[in-house]
Structures are given as C-alpha cells and as structure tokens.
C-alpha cells in the first residue's frame, strides 16, 4: 500500500503542475466561444450554411496547461461539393481571421491569428469539413473528428486529469503524438485508453504486460482486419475498421511498456518532467566519436518544403534505400537516424566498416550451368577464376573502398522519395565526421542520439 | 573433323610421354613377380594358409611412366581372427623384407623395400586382407580391393592408355588421388570412368555437361543411398551400395567439368603438363598483400604425428570452427585454407575487416518480454538503453577490437579435432601478414593460393 501511496502522491504534485488553472481555462473557453460566434455570425452573413464546433482537446478539458491548441471545426452539409467546401470554407475562415496562413493535412485549413481587446495573440485551425450523418459515409479524413469529439466529450468527463498525466508521461517519453516524426501516441488515443482502464496507473499496470499485437476494443465490435501488422490496436469507437494506434510504431510502442515497468517500479516525478539537456558541442561531438572509433557520415541537403509527415517518411525511406546500398557494397552500419533540423534535412549513418580492401570477390555462376559458365569465362577471359563452392569466382577491383566515395557517387540511384529526390538533385553534401560543421538543432540532435532513449538508473531504486 | 584430329595428335603426344616402355614394364612385373613368390614361398615355410596377389594399377597396367606404386595384398582365409590377420600378415611381410615400415591407414600394413641383384632399391605396399567370397561380406576395408582389381583386370585390356590420359589430366588439374587433402579422383575411379565411356575424350565431352549428382551406374544395379549429399555418383561394380566416388569434393568435380570444357574448346597438352610454379618469396607475398590491402593472419602449430588423411579433416573442421568464431565476432573473411607442409601444420585466414570500433551493440530480449526483459536491465542497470526494433539494445565495450586477439585468446574454445586440439595444447602462434616468415613449402602453397586454380588463357584460342 505503501507503494501505491507513492504513485498516488506523485501523480497528485504532477497534476498540479500541469492542470490548466481556473484562469487559463476561462481564456481559452472565451476565444474559442468569441471565434465560434464570430464564424456563425458571419456564415450567416455570407449566407453560408455551415455552423462551427469546438474539438480537440480544448473541447474536452484535456490539455496540459499552457499548450492549449484551439480546433475548430467549421460544419457544412454533406451534399455540398469538395470543391464548394474548400472554396467557402477557407473564405469563411479568412475573413473572420485577423491574420492567417493557409496550411495543407490531409486537407487544406486555416491557421488564424486573432487579437483580443488586450492586444494578446490568440491562434487557432480552422477547418472546413462535411457534416457527415455517420462516421462510417467519410467525405473527407478530417470529416470523422467531430464525431470522435462527441464520443470523448460525453465519456470524459471525471478522468481529465488521467488524461493529462498520460500525456505529460509520454511526452517526456517522446512518444506522445502521432506525427510521422515521432510515430506516437495521438491525444484521441490517450482520451480512450483512459477511457479503457479509467485511470493513468491502471493503464501502466496493463500496458507493462502488453504482447505484440495488442488489442483494445471499448464497444467490443472492432472488425479491424489488419491483425499481426501493428503493434497496438484500438478499435476507434466511432469507426470500427479503423486501428486508432494504427500510427504507433513498434518502437514507441515498446517505450511506453518499458517506461510503464519502470515508473511503477520506482515512482519519481521525473518520469513526467525529464532534466532539459544541454546541446553536444561539435568538439564534444568529435571527442565522443573517437572514443568510439566509429565514423559519421552524413548526407546533407535543403530540407524540400513540405510539412514533416510528408518529408519523414520519405526520409525514411531514403534511409532504408541508402543502408541496403551502404551494406551491398560490403560496409557496415551500426546505426542510422534521420531529421530536419530549421532548413536542413539530412541522413546520418555511424559506421563499423568504412573502408574495404580493393579486393573483392566476384560470384559468378555454378559451374554446373555450361552456358551461362561460358558467357561468364569469356567476359573474365583475362583474369584468373577460382572454384569455390560449385561456383566460379573471380576477383574484381573494389569500385568503392570508401563509404563517402560510394555515397558521392551513388546517391541518386538510391529509391528517395519525390521531394528529398528533387532537393538532392539540387545539391546535398556527403561529410564524414570531422567535416560536419554544427548548424542550429544539431547539437540537441545528436544529445539525443547518444543519449539513448532510457536511462536505466531508474531501477536502481528498488 | 579437324579438331578431332588435333585431339587425337595431342592425345598421342602426351600418350608418349607418359605411357611405362616395355623395360618399366618388365622392371615392375619382375619387382612385383619377384615379391609374390617370395612371400608364397615364406607362407608356406611358416606354415601360414595365405597367398599373395598383385593389385592396383600395377596390376592392370595403368601406371604413368616413373610412378609404379607396387601393391601387393596377401589374402588369408576369411575364417581367421583379425588378431591373427594382423599379426601373422605383419609377421610374414616383415619377414621376407630387407627393410619396411609399418603404416596405418584404415588397416595396418607394411611399407617394404628390397634391394635388387644390382643393389637398385624398390618399395611396395604389403596389406594382408581376408579372402572373403563376396565384396559384401567385408571383414575389413581392404578386402574389396582384390574385387575391384579382379573387375578392372578383366575389362580394362585395350582401354590402358586412355585410363593414363585421364590421370595426367586429373593431376595436371590438381585432382587426381582421393585423399583428404585433395579430395579428388582416384586410380580405381578413373578406370570405372574409362570403362563407361571408353576413352578419355568421350569422358571429357560427357564431363562437360555432367551436373550435381550426376550418376554412373555401368552395372545398372545400384542400391545407393546417398543421392542428393555427393556431387557425382559412381556405383561400385562390386558393391552396388557404395559410391566410389563419395571422396569427390563439389569443387573436385567442378574442376573436371571446367578443365573438360577447357580443353575441348582449345586443346593442348599444356592441360597434360602445366608449367612448374616458382616459389613466391616472403618479399613477393607482402608485396602482393599490401596491394590488395587485406590482411593476413595463420595460426601455425607443430604438424601432429598422425597420417594425412586423418589430419586434414581435423585442420578442416577447425578452420571452420575459427571462421565462425571469427565471423561471430563481426570481423570479415576473405578466404580461408589450411595445410601442412613439412613438420607445419597452419590454418590461413585472409580477411578484409580485422579492426573493429570499441563499440558494439548488445541485442537483448523484446521488450514485451518481461521476464527477460527485466533481467536484462537488471544486469545493464548501469547503462543506457535503446530500444531498437522492439528489442532492448545495450552499447557494450566489444572485447576485441582486433582479430590476432580473439584469436590468441579465444582460438582453444574452437572445435579444432583431436590431435589439432592436442597440439595446439603444446603451443602455437599467431601471425598477422608481415610477422609471417617463410618455412620450407610456403612459398608453394602461397603462389597456389594465389594463382587461383584454373587460368582463362587458355580459352582464348577460340
């Protein structure tokens, strides 16, 4: 009992560092009910018809304090057209907006700036979508959110501080947010986990006994049918085809199962407020590296303008396509990782294996295969062949020798996706460790990477 | 046609030159004629049931010219002990010698020298064997020999010089005799080969499109098991159970298909009589080396006292063992090979990663293992984790960062094979490229190391 006190105190003095004050929650409920007004008002001037709704988790009390992110929802009827709804819909909104960008999801909306009668900047998105009549007749993604709103809203309330310690917890995990970047947990998803086991201990107790493959089903009718191909899967309430942790990779899935055993194993505030860490100096950086002989190196480039869950998974992927060219050509990997850090993208791999003799083998065909042995003998006519294994092999000269001469050269028949393609195409750099110059964001980048994700001084209370 | 004739002429060519002349003929039958009668005549003397034969290719006149090797077998009643074979067949072999050793193979047997009315010295092999009545009643392993000698005596009258064209060849490719070391061909093999295709060309062109498994079967009654393990199958006309071929390495036989295809597309009696390979000298080898940039390194101990084909299957099996002690602590092989030359027995590993970083990457069990994985981080509690592919990852210190020390230290955890594994007990070394100094058939055993094993030149006639 005594240890079940300790976690309940804890998460008492945590919720009371990050539950919005009477105050905050007055501020936020008065601009988001000014700019809902301020939209039907004008809707009905403009003779539009469509009506706004607040979501998110502004709308459900569940935002940790100070990071309020205001979502509006601007209802129009199902039988309007896509083009109409974008047309009307970013018109309404620009025009109620004292400043605005325009921005691009799944689906364009608008980011708008508003000013109170302090002067004091308030921002919110704005988004146009279909009043749908049931979340499974979709027009458009964006269109099954207010839907997912009315279930958390009529089922949340009592539990908002459980909410808000699972955010806090995996945020300082870093997996909280479903975002391409981080594969995490979305804010939907910690409201129905919640929902699931009614509290934020109850939810650690289970998950640190999570199997691969898990799954949560609330109104136990899911007929999810991607099985075995996701770590976590919760059934969404609202839709049951759709896996809600359906963007919970495996890793993060793992973290917070790893950081559920711990917390509950030696219950500390810091779980929820992780010490800030201080950037890595580019000496500090080179020091390191040689202290653990391996080499960077680092594909550098003009991050493409498009949003970070457009461009991560093409990082991704440009990653995975230059690890399997880096490791056919007979080097080794020990680890990679991608970012965007301000304007700059790159990929960084940390080597075992750099430089090759200029021998190599080459394999040739079995020298049981008469024909192809002959097309193989007359094209290495001029160098001697070895036996080995059944197979003729012959010795070629190694083209690269070097991980950075193979990377110069051979980059661009690596699979990079559209927009990493098109801005290497404009130029990148290929630096090995002594040649990367620190640019801003790569300090705390590569605090990170050495870091590791977990600091197992943790357990050591018990 | 007139390639045939170019063949035939070669065939011819090489016939004179390798074929015994009437006096090696008369020498060796008198030798052989002289040795039977005088161990009949003892037998008798000592009251001994036993009588001699001649056998091998002394016995059927398929000897290359200057490499008579005398076999004589002195058969004793299948009904005796082995004790009694052993010691009253020793008994009688040491008796009528002017000088011998004894040997053992898979059975013991005199090695026998008699000096000549002249003083001129010959040898000869005595094996005392049981006359058993049927070649699968074997008592012991060498009774099948008087079979077989009986079966080719009879058939191969007339074939002789086709069987010499073939030895020569196989010799000339490295891969005539089936001992351990080689793995190739052997005397009786080559006749069975003869017999079914009847000469020496109609093999080679068969050869050149034989493919894995390949069977010969000229009694058609073969009972064989082994299908699918040996690359080429020869029943035993004697012993339709057995594969005369079983010593035939994959690569052997790969290296007759090959020199076959060779030496039908441009034949020449270089095939017959390849050019004598200088020494490579300790210069040449670090030279070479330096310019491939790989890097060599031999654990070379005391030859033990046991015959070849006992030996080279230990030095075998420990050059796998090490490959996979080396390969399993993420260093790279090249090549390997072992041998024995003079009182030096060495295994040879060329490798093209022999340095590895300090760090290495600890894999650990899945994280949703709990069990395991709180073990896990119960042992590295002082480390920072990584949870990589939902598996814990540790960083640990590598413990060899060079490949000479794992193999100083790590080398007796190896399965090396008995007396291997008992002479290096008594002490080795390991010897990285320049620390290499050369004994006596070193520089042999490198130039073929080097030289690969078959040259394409000679496929440019065509």
Redesign the interface.
């Known amino acids: 009992m005594r240890e079940e006190d300790g976690i309940k105190k804890i998460c008492e003095e945590v919720i009371e560092r990050i539950r919005p004050d009477e105050r905050e929650k007055n501020k936020v409920h008065a601009v988001i009910d000014f700019i809902i007004a301020k939209i039907n008002k004008k809707a009905s001037e403009m003779g539009i018809e469509a009506h706004a709704i607040s979501v998110g988790s502004t709308a459900r009390n569940t935002w940790v304090s100070g990071e309020a992110d205001i979502d509006i929802f601007i209802m129009f009827p199902a039988g309007i057209s896509e083009k109409d709804l974008k047309e009307k819909g970013l018109a309404l909104a620009k025009s109620i907006s004292d400043r605005y960008e325009e921005r691009y999801a799944s689906h364009p909306y608008i980011h708008a700036y508003f000013y109170d009668a302090e002067g004091r900047e308030h921002e919110a998105d704005l988004v146009p979508c279909f009043a749908v009549k049931d979340a499974s007749e979709l027009k458009s993604a964006v269109d099954r959110t207010p839907f997912h709103n009315e279930y958390i809203v009529r089922r949340i309330p009592g539990l908002e501080e459980e909410v808000l310690l699972l955010k806090q917890f995996l945020k300082s995990a870093g997996i909280y947010g479903s975002e391409q970047r981080r594969k995490g947990f979305s804010g939907y998803l910690c409201e129905l986990l919640i929902l699931r086991y009614s509290s934020f201990v109850e939810l650690l107790r289970n998950a ?5 493959g898990e799954k949560i089903d609330i109104e136990g009718r899911g007929k999810y049918k991607g099985e075995g191909k996701d ?1 976590l899967i919760v059934i969404d309430p609202v839709d049951p085809n759709r896996n809600v942790a359906a963007a919970v990779s ?2 993060s ?3 917070l ?2 950081a559920a ?1 711990d917390f509950l194993a030696c219950p500390d505030a810091s779980f929820f407020f992780p010490a800030r860490k201080k950037e890595m100096s580019e000496a500090e950086f080179v020091k390191l590296v040689k ?4 080499e960077f190196v680092m594909v550098l480039f003009e991050a493409p303008e498009v949003v970070e869950d457009i461009l991560f998974p093409q990082l991704r992927k440009a990653e995975a396509s230059v690890s399997n060219l880096i490791e056919r050509n ?1 080097f ?1 990997i ?2 990679s990782d991608v970012s965007v850090e301000g304007s700059k993208a790159f990929l960084i791999f940390e080597l ?2 750099w430089n ?4 190599k ?1 080459h394999i040739g065909p ?3 295969s ?1 024909y192809h ?2 097309q193989f ?2 094209k ?11 197979r ?1 092999v012959v ?1 070629v000269k190694r083209k690269y ?1 070097d991980v950075v001469g193979l990377l110069k050269n051979e980059l661009r028949s690596c699979s990079l996706g559209k927009d990493v393609s098109a801005s290497i195409d404009r130029g990148y750099e290929v630096l090995r460790t002594e040649e990367i110059s620190f640019f801003d964001g790569l300090g705390s980048f590569f605090r990170d990477y050495f ?7 943790r ?2 209370c018990s």
């Open positions: 640190s006994n999570w199997k691969y770590p495996l890793d899935f793992c973290k199962i790893d055993r202290e653990r002989g391996t007979e080794r020990y680890r075992l294996v090759l003799p200029p021998v083998k079995p020298v049981t008469k042995s002959e003998k007359r290495y006519a001029s160098q001697s062949l070895l036996i080995e294994n059944g003729y010795e020798t870091d590791f994700c977990f600091s197992t001084v357990l050591e």
